[in-house]
């Protein structure tokens, strides 16, 4: 029951280029999504997120697209660099429909991202 | 930066055995997870805790799992009888309200043998 898939499993670009990472969602309700960064070894770090109200939003390097027509979502990060490396996580949940506050997140599988020097 | 800490780091144990994987969310925090790992798949939900209560459980939060915040600033997570297929990541995390994102340990590698 995959309702959030990331279907690369790795990515590998060059410092300072633009890494994207996809991320497609199957469940309707969810309307509140979330990127993560987990390094080894290390529990998931929280990156950005957004909103079904909004189709984008950024924070420095890192950008959120969100197409709900699609129910697609990207992340962008420029420009890239090796410290990026990491396993990007993309999560879901359905905010509103689960009542606001005690919300639980869905979890894609994942997408290593390596960039080289 | 606070941070919520997982204690023991890697436990492994023998099938039937009792754990407790031991969690200190961050202090001000009021909604409390337990999530894992099992290698090469996704992170997966177990279960939520607030006011002291589970909020939602998972499928794989059956009997043989228990969850505990004691204390106020503990939060455990009880496997009473293990199987092989509890070999996971075991990851906890905290939230404080509204749209604030949960915050992950660096989780405990449970080893069934």
């Known amino acids: 029951d995959q309702q959030v898939k990331q279907n690369s499993p790795s990515l590998s670009v060059q410092e300072g280029r633009i890494s994207i990472l996809n991320c497609d969602y199957t469940?309707?309700?969810?309307?509140?999504f979330l990127w993560y960064k987990k390094y080894p070894a290390e529990g998931p770090t929280f990156l950005i997120s957004?909103?079904?109200?909004?189709d984008k939003n950024e924070d420095g390097r890192f950008t959120v697209f969100l197409n709900k027509s699609a129910k697609h979502l990207s992340l962008h990060i420029v420009p890239s660099q090796p410290g990026d490396s990491a396993v990007y996580f993309c999560a879901a949940t359905d905010y509103h429909y689960s009542g606001g506050s005690n919300y639980k997140l869905t979890f894609g599988k994942g997408t290593l991202l390596t960039v080289n020097p | 930066e606070p941070e919520v800490t997982q204690t023991p780091s890697h436990q492994v144990t023998q099938m039937g055995q009792e754990v407790i994987l031991r969690c200190v969310p961050i202090s001000n925090h009021l909604y409390f997870y337990w999530y894992r790992q099992i290698l090469g798949q996704k992170v997966e939900f177990l279960v939520s805790?607030?006011?002291?209560?589970?909020?939602?459980k998972s499928e794989i939060f059956d009997d043989q799992f228990s969850v505990e915040r004691p204390d106020g600033s503990n939060f455990t997570l009880k496997i009473r009888s293990t199987k092989l297929e509890d070999s996971a990541m075991y990851f906890c995390a905290s939230r404080l309200q509204g749209r604030s994102p949960l915050h992950f340990g660096n989780g405990t590698r449970l080893t069934v043998t």
């Open positions: 469940n309707s309700m969810f309307d509140y």
């Open positions: 805790f607030y006011n002291n209560e589970i909020s939602e």
């Open positions: 957004i909103s079904s109200i909004k």
